[in-house]
């Protein structure tokens, strides 16, 4: 049972560049969501999914998008990096995302956008 | 708009000590609280996970309280060791799109 992971755990991109991260997670769980970890700020929510096939906006989700076309895996695309997306980014999943249900954190991608 | 503060920001105390971390929050509509551990490079561990009807939870040598009413946290780790050092960050859940807002993390370390 491998949990969450993440892939790559680095990048290094140019400016105007694209790129996909891909989160994983094979303990079956609904909710699925993408992170950014920058100094100072705490993580933040890019955007977030509820199941296969959906995807909504969380509360920084300008230079992103996302796809969930299987339930376990989903997808954050950058179509033209900049420099501000230079940050660590963390995939999360939770079983329901009730109040009771905790969320399970993969290793972290570090990408940096020169 | 939600927001989380942890103070302090970093502490360094000896092996053995107890230590208390806090966390406050703004609005107190919330679902759960939760306190997780990250460690340098790596991912979020969940620790503790308080509902909005709870006073408080433990696991071994931790121990969470939740005051939803003044907006407060606080994570109690009896009896450190050099293994506690990491950065322990607090969240609150407050549904409504599933979003967890996260406090910036109180940098932990205990010494020999």
């Known amino acids: 049972n491998a949990g969450v992971t993440q892939t790559p755990k680095f990048r290094v991109l140019k400016t105007g560049q694209s790129m996909t991260l891909l989160c994983a997670q094979d303990m079956n769980h609904e909710y699925m969501y993408w992170y950014r970890q920058d100094p100072g700020m705490g993580l933040r929510l890019i955007h977030y999914?509820?199941?296969?096939?959906?995807?909504a906006k969380g509360e920084v989700p300008d230079g992103y998008n996302v796809s969930r076309l299987k339930k376990q895996n989903f997808l954050l695309g950058l179509e033209s990096a900049a420099p501000s997306q230079t940050s660590v980014y963390f995939c999360?999943?939770?079983?329901?995302?009730?109040?009771?249900?905790?969320?399970?954190f993969g290793p972290g991608t570090r990408l940096t956008v020169l | 708009k939600q927001e989380v503060t942890q103070i302090p920001a970093a502490l360094s105390v000896p092996e053995g000590e107890n230590l208390v971390l806090n966390c406050s929050f703004t609005?107190?509509?919330?679902?759960?609280l939760q306190w997780f551990r990250q460690d340098p490079g790596k991912g979020l561990t969940s620790l503790l996970l308080?509902?909005?009807?709870?006073r408080e939870q433990t696991s071994g040598r931790l121990n969470a309280s939740l005051d939803k009413s003044s907006g407060r946290s606080t994570l109690y780790i009896a009896a450190s060791q050099p293994g506690d050092s990491a950065t322990y960050l607090c969240a609150v859940f407050t549904g409504g799109g599933n979003k967890l807002t996260f406090g910036t993390g109180t940098q932990l370390k205990v010494e020999l």
């Open positions: 308080i509902q909005s009807s709870q």
């Open positions: 999360a999943s939770s079983y329901l995302g009730t109040r009771a249900d905790t969320q399970y």
């Open positions: 999914s509820v199941g296969e096939g959906t995807t």
């Open positions: 609005d107190s509509a919330i679902y759960n």
